[in-house]
């Protein structure tokens, strides 16, 4: 499975950007598809992931209500809509592919197994 991340950018507090996750190389139907974030200096943190298959969604609380993870299966593409921006959103963001892990282990990085470079976001304030 490839994972191409897009997206990303320079927005000010309050503004919003929308990261998209195009997969290909693999039907996709068993895997969870998660994003997460890492700023310099700090651990890999989780923000959101989505079932290719069925309407699970799952949401760390820090983007809980700011965040909108969504799939359209006929582009192979997951999306990552932010709005609300804050300055502490600032990270780099990464998609990942769970080939078939629980749906509760999601925000864990180590039960994916693919990943996508990351794209930069960067939230002024």
């Known amino acids: 499975v490839q994972l191409q991340a897009s997206g990303g950018g320079l927005v000010q507090a309050g503004g919003s950007l929308r990261l998209s996750c195009a997969a290909s190389g693999r039907t996709l139907s068993t895997y969870i598809i998660g994003w997460f974030r890492q700023a310099p200096g700090k651990e890999r943190e989780f923000v959101a992931a989505i079932r290719w298959s069925g309407s699970s969604t799952y949401y760390a609380n820090s983007v809980k209500g700011r965040f909108t993870i969504s799939r359209d299966n006929a582009k192979n593409t997951v999306y990552l809509q932010m709005n609300s921006l804050k300055p502490e959103d600032t990270a780099v963001y990464y998609c990942?592919?769970?080939?078939?892990?629980?749906?509760?282990?999601?925000?864990?990085?180590?039960?994916?197994?693919?990943w996508g470079h990351g794209t930069q976001v960067t939230v002024s304030s």
């Open positions: 990942a592919a769970n080939s078939g892990g629980y749906f509760y282990t999601s925000p864990l990085p180590s039960t994916y197994d693919y």
